[in-house]
């Protein structure tokens, strides 16, 4: 429907009142595919890789209703992203056989493929961290990416509950499947209670680099950056964050809250570094309305999906 608006500025959405509109990430434009697209907004709505507590699949949607309020340029960095790269929401990773994993993980690869076939970069949210391994087999087919992976949990485990695809093991099948250089991985903020001592094994004999919360504090942000930046190198790669990564005062809506963890603000100063990687997509995962009573969790995922966009638009733009 076609109007005149009394304000010029408002013929762009992004810059109308933020409670108006459909939600969209950051309300952005909606296509249905990543056609003539740089950057892909994509939700993934799944949470069938879960070990606990459900409720991630539910994360896009209030994810795009927070991120409404995230305006167009991030002041810290400068960045605008959509100054930088063509950019919109091409809607949701969803799949048709949610009860089995498996088929819902290549229902997911299917989606991404068609946007890396596309050539745009994909900047998503999930979803449990079992979906970032069909992103990777789609993405990542060509070479293996490295990766700067903020999480409470290296995400390298093996069989539970008779699968190995569930979000705790990820990046363990990604290594096996030759998508991901461990060499060239950095796992920032891990930490939490454990039934087996070994259970990161796989991360340390591989040859991921694996700092431990403790560390993180007794070193400081900027210093664990910089040495994750020289690990990663210059070769492609890319950023996963998973919000139980934070500490639960910052997100309590998550599936796996782990107390002792960094800041909302240490997050977003580490993200902001990012940008001089070769960054070929990012994810914000885990996060769980259902235990998000206030909202604050989905705001705060909403908030670092836009860093994330930021650092990939940037990369994106350098290259």
């Known amino acids: ?9 408002f013929e762009d959405p992004q810059i109308r009142p933020r409670y108006t509109g459909i939600p969209t990430f950051f309300r952005t434009p909606f296509q249905e595919t990543a056609s003539g697209l740089d950057i892909a907004l ?26 409404s309020l995230i305006r167009k340029m991030n002041p810290a960095s400068g960045i605008d992203p959509y100054a930088l790269a063509k950019i919109a929401d091409v809607g949701d990773a969803w799949v048709e056989g949610p009860f089995n994993l498996e088929q819902s993980h290549q229902e997911i690869e299917e989606f991404f493929h068609d946007i890396h076939n596309s050539g745009a970069l994909p900047v998503s949210a999930g979803g ?23 999480d409470a949990h290296c995400d390298t485990g093996d069989d539970y509950l008779g699968s ?41 004999d591989s040859g991921m680099r694996v700092i431990y919360i403790e560390e993180f504090f007794e070193r400081g942000w900027k210093d664990v950056i910089n040495e994750a930046k020289s690990i990663v190198g210059t070769e492609p790669a890319y950023l996963s964050f998973d919000v139980d990564g934070l500490d639960p005062v910052y997100a309590p809506g998550t599936g796996t809250p782990e107390i002792g963890g960094f800041s909302n603000l240490e997050a977003q100063l580490m993200i902001r570094e990012l940008g001089d990687l070769n ?13 998000d009573p206030t909202g604050n969790t989905a705001l705060t995922g909403a908030t670092l999906m836009f860093e994330i966009l930021c650092v990939v638009a940037q990369s994106l733009s350098r290259r």
């Open 1 to 9: 429907m076609s109007r005149t608006f009394r304000y010029p500025e």
């Open 42 to 67: 994509v939700g993934v709505p799944f949470d069938g890789g879960v070990t606990n507590r459900p409720g991630a699949r539910h994360g896009p949607r209030e994810i795009r209703n927070q991120s």
């Open 128 to 150: 449990d961290h079992s979906v970032t391994l069909p992103i990777f087999r789609a993405i990542a087919a060509e070479r293996p990416l490295g990766m700067v992976h903020f």
């Open 164 to 204: 190995k695809f569930h979000h705790g093991a990820p990046f363990r099948r990604a290594v096996e499947e030759g998508l991901l250089d461990p060499k060239r991985t950095v796992q920032i903020g891990i930490r939490g209670s454990l039934n087996d001592p070994d259970i990161w094994k796989f991360s340390h």
């Open 279 to 291: 960054l070929y997509g990012g994810d914000l995962v885990e996060v769980a309305p259902p235990f």
